[in-house]
Every structure is written in C-alpha cells, then in structure tokens.
C-alpha cells in the first residue's frame, strides 16, 4: 500500500491503532482510521476518549434535545384548538416523553449504565467533518479516515431522536384516542403526523449542520427567541401590562421566553467568569420591557386589524 511508505501518517485524524502493550512496550498498527471513541493526538496516535463534557458541550446537548420538545409542543398548540381541553395532557406527555428519551439515551451511551458520558474535546470546526479530510498520499490512492472525533457529541443526537420517535409512536396514538375529545376525528392525529415531518428534518439538519449549530446555536436561541416573543405578543394584541397579567397562558409564554434567554446568554459567555457573566442575566426581561413601552407608538392591534381589513 502507499501509505506504507509514509513515515508518518498524513491528513488531520489518520492515526496509529493500539495492538499490543506490554510494561513500557508499546505495538502500534498501520496509520488508518481510529476506532469508535477515540481519536488522534498530535502524534498520531489513537487515544481513548476519556473526558468530561464540558459545560458549552452539554448545553449543545441540551439545545439539540429542546428542538423535537419545542415542535411538538408548537405543532400540539397549532392543532388543538382553543376549545380543545386535550392540549395540556399532551403538552405533559411530549415533554415525558422526550425527558425519557434524553434519560435512556444516556443510560445506554458510553459508560453504559450511568447518567454520564465520556467524551472528546472539540478543537475546531473540522473535528464534525471528518469526511472532508481523508489524505491522498499518491493522489490516487485515498486513505479513508473518517470517524467521530467528537464522539459522541455526533452520533448521541441521532439515537435520542430515534427514542423519542420510538416512545411518541408508543404513547401518543393512545393518549390522543383517549382524551383528544374536543377535536375532530381528523385532526386528532395532525400533532403526530407534523412530528413524522419534523423528525427527518432535525435528522438532516444534525448530519449536515451539526458542526454549524454547535458554534453558533446561543445566537440562534436568541434570535428566535426574540423574533417569537414579538411576534406572540403582536398577535395577542399585548399593549400593556394588564393584557399580559389577565391570563396565565401569556405569563407562562412570557416566562418560557425568559428561560431561553437566560440559556443563550449563558451559553454564550459559557460563564468562564462567574462574578462577570451573572449579572448579564439582568438582561433577560429587557425585550419583553421594550415592547411594552414601545407598544402604545406602534399599536400592533390596529396593524392586525388594518392587515385583517386588506388594507
């Protein structure tokens, strides 16, 4: 082979596999790809991946197990309808399932049986794309290099969105029979069905993106946040405090958006400095406190009525 000729392995995550050891003896094998969690240090050689998760990694974590969560609470919401009294027993049900789903996935990931996971650290962007980076030492031939070198930050996503397809084809269908009374016999099923959807798409969009949303998911937390919060608020006709105190709903919507504020502004300063980063949080109400100050010169309820009217 040509890559036996080389007196070191070439590309960024070729290595050198353990074979045999012995004392101080040490036998190593062909430079090639690392086996499941490991990766190569900056001699080349394949090491077990023996950290902790750090606080940035686990909030990544966290991020990606919010999205199928916030779907299927937004999808259970658009279908349900307000004379619906099923919404709230679904809304329970999709955040039991997706806390299961997160539990088992844990339970069995790398050390199997405990709440806990080992880790690679990520250095850099090219650690999620390791396919990108497969040397070609004569140029014809390719050395195929390609593993998790952020084990398992990668893969762990994919099996905590197959348990929660799993567990939702398990327990939704009965609990909608059961308690979806206020709906339709057609509409029952809509929230699963957008879950069918919405699934693949989370699927792709780890594959491809993964990497992308690792870095830049705070700001996406914020943004969105930001976006839905003023959009919740216009169409709700919120002009005032009062609008906002005279059902619980707005107050509990209000108070998710507070929560996923609080987690983007930590994700982002990842709180490196504790005494400096906390009062960042102060920030949090300050869109919702903008709006309600700025509403009375914008006044949303005569756009939506203008907007209603085809004006």
């Not at 844990?106 to 880790?119: A, K, M, N, Q, T």
């Not at 949090?284 to 907007?307: C, N």
Request: charged fraction near 15%; hydrophobic fraction near 45%; aromatic fraction near 14%.
């Amino acid at each position: 082979k040509a890559v036996d000729i080389q007196p070191a392995c070439l590309g960024l995550y070729c290595g050198k596999t353990l074979l045999f050891k012995n004392g101080s003896t040490e036998l190593y094998g062909e430079c090639g790809v690392c086996p499941r969690g490991q990766r190569t240090n900056a001699q080349k050689y394949c090491q077990p991946c023996t950290e902790s998760p750090e606080l940035y990694d686990w909030l990544y974590l966290g991020f990606m197990a919010m999205l199928p969560l916030v779907l299927h609470w937004f999808f259970i919401e658009w279908y349900s309808g307000k004379k619906s009294s099923s919404a709230l027993f679904q809304h329970i049900t999709a955040l039991f399932e997706c806390s299961m789903a997160a539990i088992i996935t844990l339970l069995v990931s790398d050390p199997v049986g405990v709440l806990y996971i080992r880790s690679c650290r990520v250095l850099m962007l090219s650690d999620w794309y390791t396919m990108l980076y497969n040397p070609s030492p004569d140029y014809v031939t390719t050395v195929h290099c390609t593993h998790e070198a952020v084990y398992p930050l990668y893969t762990i996503v994919f099996i905590y969105y197959a348990f929660c397809l799993v567990l939702m084809m398990l327990l939704r269908p009965l609990l909608v029979k059961k308690i979806a009374c206020g709906l339709g016999k057609s509409d029952r099923f809509k929230s699963i069905y957008a879950a069918l959807y919405f699934f693949p798409i989370l699927t792709v969009l780890q594959a491809v993106g993964g990497g992308l949303l690792y870095y830049a998911f705070p700001y996406i937390i914020l943004v969105l946040s930001l976006v839905t919060l003023a959009v919740y608020m216009s169409a709700s006709e919120i002009e005032n405090c009062y609008d906002l105190l005279v059902r619980k709903k707005r107050l509990i919507v209000l108070f998710s958006h507070w929560l996923l504020h609080a987690y983007g502004i930590i994700s982002i300063s990842r709180v490196d400095k504790l005494e400096q980063d906390l009062p960042l949080l102060a920030l949090v109400p300050t869109p919702a406190l903008f709006y309600l100050f700025t509403a009375k010169f914008t006044e949303p309820s005569r756009i939506l009525s203008e907007g209603a009217n085809g004006h």
